[in-house]
C-alpha cells in the first residue's frame, strides 16, 4: 500500500522545486568534492573522501524520498468550507485555559510547520478539531490534556 502525502499546490512546488535543486546543482557540487577528495590520494584515510560519501549518501537518499512524496502526493486545496474544519482550512482556535488565540492552516505532514502557522493533520490538536464547526469545544488528547474552542473557521 501506497502512502499518500497531502499537500498543498504550494508544497508539492516546494518538493518538486527541492528535487531539481538537488539533482541539478547540489548532485553536481558533491561531484566536486568527491573529486577533490580524490586528488588528496590515499582514499583509506582520508576524511574529506569519507565526508563527501556520506553527503553523497545524504543527497542520494533525499532524492529518492522526494521522488516518493512527489509520486504519492495528493493535493489538497485551501478548504473552501467555513462550517466544517477540513485540510486546507485556516481555523482560529482558544485554548480554554489560557485564553490564547491561534491561527492554523490544517496541512499535510509534509509541509507541517507549526511556528508558521501550518498544522500537520496528524497531530493531536488538528485530529481534535477536524470536522468540527465554530463554536465547538473539544478535548486534545496529548500528554496533558486540554480543551480548545473553535472560534473561526476562514
Not at 43 to 62: C, G, I, P, T
Not at 103 to 117: K, Q, R
Not at 119 to 144: C, F, H, R, W, Y
Amino acid at each position: 500500500m501506497e502512502d499518500k502525502f497531502y499537500v498543498t499546490e504550494e508544497g508539492l512546488q516546494d518538493l518538486k522545486n527541492e528535487l531539481e535543486e538537488l539533482i541539478h546543482v547540489t548532485r553536481n557540487e558533491v561531484i566536486e568534492e568527491l573529486k577533490s577528495a580524490r586528488a588528496q590520494g590515499d582514499l583509506s584515510e582520508n576524511a574529506d573522501y569519507d565526508a563527501a560519501r556520506d553527503h553523497q549518501a545524504q543527497v542520494e537518499s533525499r532524492i529518492k524520498e522526494l521522488e516518493h512524496m512527489i509520486r504519492n502526493a495528493e493535493v489538497i486545496s485551501e478548504s473552501r468550507s467555513t462550517k466544517y474544519v477540513r485540510l486546507g482550512s485556516t481555523v482560529e482556535i482558544e485554548e480554554l485555559d489560557t485564553h490564547n488565540k491561534l491561527t492554523y492552516t490544517i496541512v499535510g505532514s509534509v509541509e507541517a510547520d507549526p511556528l508558521g502557522g501550518k498544522l500537520s493533520n496528524v497531530t493531536p490538536l488538528a485530529e481534535a478539531i477536524m470536522d468540527q464547526k465554530v463554536g465547538s469545544v473539544v478535548t486534545v488528547n496529548s500528554t496533558i490534556p486540554y480543551d480548545v474552542k473553535i472560534v473561526k473557521i476562514v
